[in-house]
């Protein structure tokens, strides 16, 4: 698969992203055979987080990948930390930060991430302790890299700040129908709901210090609320972007990967998918490339509006 730079880490990484925040309604032989097909097709980035599946989905892949030292040199491994649902918060402290990293290299069965990120903003963050952490997470050699998840830029500049290291991702909401961060940049100074700027520029900010997007929920409308592709909410879209699979001789799957793909942001988009064969259309978008005018053609029939 082709590969891109993560942010400013010299790390060479898949331009697709297995996310594995789904492993976990998989059975055993159903986890390895996707782990297995992940790796056959140059897919070796695996995203976690450590309250998917309440920590079971680390296990569980470690468990289906057969983690031992040769494999581990042969895979990239991000997960992420912050979240405390039973506890109803956020929390960016040194301590849950180490603890969490401590579980979720104990679930992996590994010892050290090649990338951690920080899963949702913590507004009592104390840049300080975040900046502690990770100098002790890096210097032990249990992180090699670190980024954000969720964050606009100046959350990362006050970050940034404190931390020696460099922020190399951010982890992002971004698909075809959920494009406000593009679409605000088409809009701008106009008085329509599209100029409304709800991230403060986070896509160009991302560009300009080499920060690499990782989309997440690259084909959901709304937050969660279902996958656009086939939806009859869509008509237009899935009309448009099956006209373009066809003349691709690719499934409508691919051609809204590559829709992502083809942003000269360079981003690495995240699948969602437990589906080999939906995993194996996300992989091949690597290698369609779209052109202008069939990128704008799905922007504006998703219902974006160009002034």
């Not at 060479?12 to 297995?36: H, T, W, Y």
């Not at 990948?65 to 109803?88: F, T, W, Y």
């Not at 879209?237 to 691709?248: C, G, M, Q, R, S």
């Amino acid at each position: 698969m082709r590969t891109i730079k993560l942010g400013t880490s010299g790390l060479d990484v898949p331009v697709v992203a297995v996310g594995c925040m789904r492993i976990n309604s998989l059975e055993k032989k159903e986890a390895e055979r996707f782990v297995q097909a992940s790796l056959e097709q140059g897919a070796n980035f695996f995203d976690h987080a450590d309250i998917y599946g309440g920590g079971a989905c680390e296990e569980i892949f470690a468990d289906a990948i057969h983690m031992n030292d040769s494999v581990r040199e042969n895979i990239i491994l991000q997960s992420k930390c912050g979240i405390r649902p039973a506890k109803g918060m956020f929390d960016f402290s040194k301590e849950h930060i180490l603890a969490s990293v401590d579980g979720i290299l104990s679930r992996l069965r590994t010892d050290y991430l090649d990338v951690l990120l920080l899963h949702r903003p913590d507004t009592l963050v104390e840049p300080e302790e975040v900046a502690e952490a990770f100098d002790q997470l890096a210097s032990s050699g249990k992180v090699r890299h670190f980024g954000v998840s969720n964050q606009h830029p100046m959350q990362i500049q006050l970050l940034q700040k404190y931390v020696k290291q460099p922020l190399v991702a951010n982890q992002l909401q971004l698909s075809i129908t959920n494009a406000t961060m593009i679409s605000s940049g088409f809009n701008v100074n106009m008085a329509n709901e599209s100029a409304v700027n709800r991230d403060g520029g986070i896509l160009d900010f991302c560009r300009l210090h080499d920060i690499t997007i990782q989309p997440w929920s690259p084909f959901q409308y709304g937050f969660f609320e279902g996958v656009f592709l086939g939806s009859d909410k869509f008509p237009e879209l899935n009309e448009v972007i099956d006209e373009i699979a066809a003349k691709y001789e690719v499934s409508a799957t691919t051609i809204a990967m590559a829709w992502l793909l083809r942003h000269p942001a360079r981003m690495q988009p995240v699948t969602g998918t437990t589906n080999v064969e939906r995993l194996t259309d996300c992989i091949k978008a690597s290698r369609v490339e779209l052109t202008r005018e069939e990128w704008y053609a799905i922007f504006r029939a998703a219902g974006n509006v160009l002034p």
